[in-house]
Nanobody, 117 residues
Framework: QVQLVESGGGLVQPGGSLTLSCTAS????????MGWDRQAPGKQREWVAT???????DYIDSVKGRFTISRDNAKNTVYLQMNSLKSEDTAVYYC???????????WGQGTQVTVSS
C-alpha cells in the first residue's frame, strides 16, 4: 500500500516562498511518476507539476518559472519549491503518485498553502 505524507504548507505573503515535501512509505519511484496537484476553494483539483523518470519536469503554465519539482531517492521524498507566490496559488496541495505500469493514482492527505497579506 502506497502512503504519501505531505508537509511544508502554511501562510505566506505574496512574493514569498515555500517548499513542500512528500515522503513515500517505501521506494516507489521506479513504479510511479511523482507529481503535485492542487485544489483551490470552489475549484476542481488540477495538475501542477510532474517529474518523469526523476529528470523530466513539467509544469502547468501558471507556475512555470516559479515552481521547481525535485526528488531525493535516498529519502523517498519529492519536493515542490514554490517562489514568487501569488494569491491564486492558494490551495490544498496534494502529492500524487501515478502508476507507470497501471492507471492508478495515489494521493497524500494534502497540505494547505495560503498566500495572503
Amino acid at each position: 500500500q502506497v502512503q504519501l505524507v505531505e508537509s511544508g504548507g502554511g501562510l505566506v505573503q505574496p512574493g514569498g516562498s515555500l517548499t513542500l515535501s512528500c515522503t513515500a512509505s517505501q521506494n516507489i519511484f521506479s513504479n510511479y511518476t511523482m507529481g503535485w496537484d492542487r485544489q483551490a476553494p470552489g475549484k476542481q483539483r488540477e495538475w501542477v507539476a510532474t517529474l518523469t523518470r526523476g529528470v523530466i519536469a513539467d509544469y502547468i503554465d501558471s507556475v512555470k518559472g516559479r515552481f521547481t519539482i525535485s526528488r531525493d531517492n535516498a529519502k523517498n521524498t519529492v519536493y515542490l519549491q514554490m517562489n514568487s507566490l501569488k494569491s491564486e496559488d492558494t490551495a490544498v496541495y496534494y502529492c500524487a503518485a501515478r502508476g507507470v505500469y497501471t492507471n492508478g493514482v495515489h494521493w497524500g492527505q494534502g497540505t494547505q498553502v495560503t498566500v495572503s497579506s
